[in-house]
């Protein structure tokens, strides 16, 4: 059976051109899957073995296509030539194509392996990569906490950047003195940490004498120190100069290995201003304490001494440097004047009452030295700013002084009330003793000197003038007017009164007065009177014999308790030998009628203290009882001047009879005596009772041309007019009038100075027969 | 990687350049020529055939299972098949008679078959008929792997 051809040409045509797109596609998907995934050594093995399939279906269909049309061609011939290439092209395709097929195993080997250990590779890499999620979940917490930490030291940093730059100066030196940090607050002031890039050495930044000697603080710290402070300043470009107080610290690292040194600066200006100004208020303070007049002591609540002002010293007898820290009752020792018992101690009466206290009247310091010394004082509490007591002040004065002038006051006041009562005694006494003494002297006048009665009216006359003298005295004593003054030189008072007292006595007197003595101005016969007193009782404290000295001196200065306007002062002093007196019959000498004799009336001292005192002058009485007595008396002194007295010129009256004396005098029975009296001398007297009378009686007398040649007036006159008044109105009438002035107060300035009130004599009640007469021919320059 | 890919292309390369750039010395250095070339293709075909069934023992059992695996076995099969028609037509061609074609112009137009040997060797000319759906399922087989990649 014959068959078509054609079929086998059609079919190798038509099945090697789909061969060759087919082959043409696998190509493309065979590189396209590999291309996905070129590590996969299968899918190159997959790629490779399709290639070589396509190689060989693109060799073999293009070798049926051109076969096909070169016998189609009836190029037979051409075929047969190129034939064997074909044939050995398909070949060496079919070798290839072989070599993939038995190479299929191995190539899968490899890639099971591959896959194997791709797989584990995986496996590992899941592992791998399951612990490095772990360990990356671990590290992303790591690195949250570690950028939480950052962040959290970031603003920590930021913190303590903020607090570094908002404090003091502050810097961070390194042991090389090299600057490594400084705040904001220290470059305000100083350069650093750097300068023009470079880092500065803290002796470049601040210098300071301390730099570079044994007194750097980082030196002391590199030496083992442990913080060292001190002070240093800084002046600005603008001239301002601050103080600041420089602390050091050691500054170690985290090992705690010193690093350097972290210095800060306290800006203490105003502080050391306000401690400079504490300092001078406080030493301004101290002078002033220091400088009050008072004693003052300060302590602490537990009594210890903290400070003594110069007059607490002075009167303790205490410095202040042996005094603090001790307890105040060892240096202030107070007791009762009066019982010698210890007073309580002031800090623990204002520590219990809590308020100012005041000391008891009688306290007497005992000083160190032994003195005794008459205080007022008040303690109060020292309270701080809260109201607490932290101490106690003592404030306390010498009042020995003053205690003494208050006794001084009290007897003056004394005297001058016994004084009173005593001036108006005697001015009565005086005229009574004037009529008995009259009368006495009348009678006795009357009488021959053979009467039996005459030796009993002598007696009765020396007993009256004995109440006379003593009446004196009580005048003297009573005096309230001022003496009757004179500028004299005490010398000649000082000197007659030794001579008239100590005359025929054991007592030799030595007297020390020298020439430029001041003058006083004084009453001699008071003063007189006054020395007699003392040099008598020194004569009669040493019965055994002995030596008075008397002295004499110019003293200038103020004395406290007398006039302060008064500067110049004339000093007596009277010392004797005797056997002195004890404290408490110096505290009661010049009490009136204290008396240690036993014939004493006990007025001698109480009238020289008077008389003293009316002088604006002072006595004093020191004594022991084996040293002796020494009487001082401190009397106002002028600087030198002449005594000038007016003396008033009196008429002269040749003659006695026929000579009209009037007399004026309120009391009846010393108007009769002097009538007596008068008539008894040769007078014709006329009597009236009182001042008005007298002048006008006088002014009538003038009239009728019969005027009185003399006028005797009392000088007192109760409710009337007194013979002062009525002397002026007379002298007024008549100045040529003779007057003369009686009066029992004989130490009555008008009794002293006469002449000055107009009178020309004075006579002083009781006056006897002779004395009357006396006054009479004197004032009237008579003839006995 | 990329060694072992350029290794394999480089042997193939020289193993079929060669040849073809010199034909004449391969056969020449033999000096066998006409049916020694036959001979020569058959054993290539034997080789090809050999892999072929090498490839398809190795791919049986489940390892190779899966999409485009069946396409793949089902390539080789065709394959192999293919290699034994043509190995047969390379083979009987040389047996027949040049009686057996009928020529007109000079050109075989048709075929004369006296045997079932005849009758195949006409069926191997129309080896395209097993080469194409060979290469489809080839087609098939990659399409498939490249869509599962």
């Known amino acids: 059976m014959t068959v078509s051809w054609i079929p086998v040409i059609a079919v190798d045509i038509i099945g090697s051109f789909l061969t060759l797109v087919i082959a043409f596609a696998c190509a493309y998907l065979a590189w396209d899957w590999n291309r996905k995934k070129r590590e996969d050594i299968f899918r190159d093995y997959i790629f490779l073995l399709t290639l070589a399939f396509v190689f060989f279906a693109i060799s073999r ?179 301002i100069t601050r103080v600041f107080l420089q602390t050091t610290k050691p500054f170690k690292d985290a090992d705690g290995n010193l690093a350097g040194t972290v210095t800060s600066f ?71 004047e009066k019982n010698g018992e210890p007073c309580e101690n002031p800090v623990d009466q204002v520590l219990t009452k809590g308020h100012i206290i005041a000391l008891e009247s009688n306290a007497v310091l005992l000083a160190r030295d032994g003195r005794r010394i008459n205080i ?22 010498d009042v020995t002084n003053q205690i003494r002038l208050e006794k001084e006051l009290q007897k003056n006041q004394k005297l001058e009330s016994v004084g009173i009562l005593a001036g108006g005694i005697a001015h009565d006494f005086n005229n009574i003793l004037s009529g008995v003494l009259g009368n006495i002297n009348l009678a006795m006048h009357r009488l021959d000197e053979n009467n039996p009665v005459t030796p009993l009216l002598q007696e009765a006359e020396k007993a009256s003038l004995r109440a006379k003298g003593l009446t004196q005295q009580l005048l003297t004593f009573a005096k ?99 056997p002195g007196m004890g404290q408490e019959v110096v505290d009661r000498i010049f009490d009136p009628y204290f008396t240690t004799k036993d014939k004493g009336s006990g007025l001698g001292l109480s009238i020289c203290h008077s008389i003293i005192s009316q002088h604006n002058g002072a006595i004093q009485v020191t004594s022991t009882p084996v040293s002796g007595t020494i009487f001082t008396i401190i009397l106002p002194a002028l600087c030198k001047q002449k005594v000038h007295d007016q003396v008033r010129v009196c008429r002269k009256f040749p003659y006695r009879k026929g000579v009209r004396i009037l007399v004026m005098d309120d009391e009846k029975m010393v108007r009769k005596i002097l009538r007596e009296m008068l008539s008894h001398l040769g007078f014709e007297p006329i009597m009236v009772s009182d001042g008005q009378q007298a002048v006008e009686q006088y002014s009538r007398s003038m009239q009728q041309g019969n005027k009185f040649d003399l006028v005797i007036m009392d000088l007192t006159i109760p409710g009337g007019m007194g013979g002062r008044e009525a002397a002026q109105e007379i002298l007024k009438l008549d100045p040529e009038a003779l007057v003369i002035v009686s009066s029992g107060y004989s130490n009555d300035p008008i009794m002293s100075s006469f002449e000055k009130y107009g009178f020309c004599a004075a006579v002083i009640k009781p006056f006897q027969l002779q004395e009357l007469s006396d006054a009479i021919e004197n004032a009237m320059h008579l003839e006995s | 990687m990329h060694y072992n890919r350029i290794f394999p292309v480089c042997i193939c390369i020289i193993t079929v350049v060669l040849p073809l750039l010199l034909p004449d010395s391969v056969w020449g250095v033999q000096q066998h020529g006409g049916a020694e070339g036959l001979i020569s293709h058959q054993i290539g075909h034997l080789l090809f055939i050999t892999g072929m069934l090498v490839l398809f023992y190795r791919l049986r059992g489940s390892s190779a299972s899966g999409a485009g695996w069946l396409d793949f076995k089902i390539f080789i099969g065709l394959i192999i098949l293919w290699n034994l028609l043509t190995f047969y037509g390379h083979w009987h061609r040389e047996l027949i008679s040049p009686d057996k074609f009928v020529l007109f112009a000079g050109k075989v137009n048709g075929f004369s078959i006296s045997s079932p040997a005849d009758a195949l060797f006409y069926l191997s000319r129309l080896d395209h008929l097993l080469l194409v759906p060979a290469f489809l399922f080839l087609l098939s087989a990659l399409y498939k792997w490249r869509k599962q990649a």
């Open chain 1, 480 to 578: 309230g007017g001022s003496p009757i003054r004179k500028k004299v030189s005490i010398d000649d008072v000082v000197k007659d009164s030794a001579v008239f007292v100590l005359r025929g006595s054991n007592v030799s007197c030595e007297i020390d007065i020298p020439d430029d003595l001041w003058l006083v101005e004084i009453d001699p016969g008071q003063m007189s009177q006054v020395i007699q007193n003392m040099i008598l009782n020194a004569r009669e404290a040493m019965e055994g014999g002995g030596a008075v000295t008397i002295s004499a001196r110019n003293r200038e200065g103020i004395i406290e308790s007398l006039d302060v306007s008064q500067r110049h002062w004339v000093e007596i002093t009277i010392i004797d030998e005797g």
């Open chain 1, 376 to 397: 007022s004082d008040s303690a109060a509490p020292i309270r701080d700013a809260q109201s607490r007591t932290i101490g106690v002040v003592l404030v306390f004065r």
């Open chain 1, 266 to 336: 306290q800006e203490i200006t105003e502080r050391k201003r306000a401690q400079e100004e504490l300092a001078a208020e406080r030493e301004r303070l101290s002078v002033t304490l220091r400088s009050i007049g008072d004693g003052v002591i300060t302590t602490d609540i537990g009594g210890k001494v903290v400070l003594l002002n110069k007059v607490a010293e002075k009167l303790c007898g205490w410095q202040m440097a042996e005094a603090e820290g001790k307890m105040l009752d060892e240096i202030f020792q107070i007791v009762d």
């Open chain 1, 61 to 239: 269909s293009f070798g049926h296509l051109i076969k096909q049309f070169l016998i189609f061609a009836d190029m037979n011939h051409v075929w047969q030539v190129i034939s064997p290439f074909s044939g050995a092209v398909n070949s060496a395709a079919f070798i290839i194509i072989f070599a993939f097929g038995i190479y299929f195993q191995r190539f899968r080997k490899i890639h099971g392996e591959l896959e194997e250990y791709k797989d584990n590779l995986e496996e590992l890499v899941a592992e791998r990569t399951n612990e490095l999620e772990k360990v990356n979940v671990f590290l992303e917490d790591e690195n949250r906490q570690r950028k939480q930490a950052e962040e959290g030291l970031r603003q920590t940093m930021t913190t303590l950047e903020n607090i570094f730059n908002s404090t003091s100066p502050t810097c961070i030196t390194d042991v090389d003195h090299k600057l490594v940090e400084a705040n904001e607050a220290y470059q305000a002031h100083w350069p650093g940490p750097t300068k023009d890039g470079k880092s500065i050495k803290c002796f470049e930044s601040r210098p300071s004498p301390i730099c570079h000697t044994d007194n750097c603080p980082l030196e002391k710290i590199i030496m083992g120190g442990d913080q060292t402070t001190c002070e240093t300043t800084r002046t600005s470009l603008d001239g």
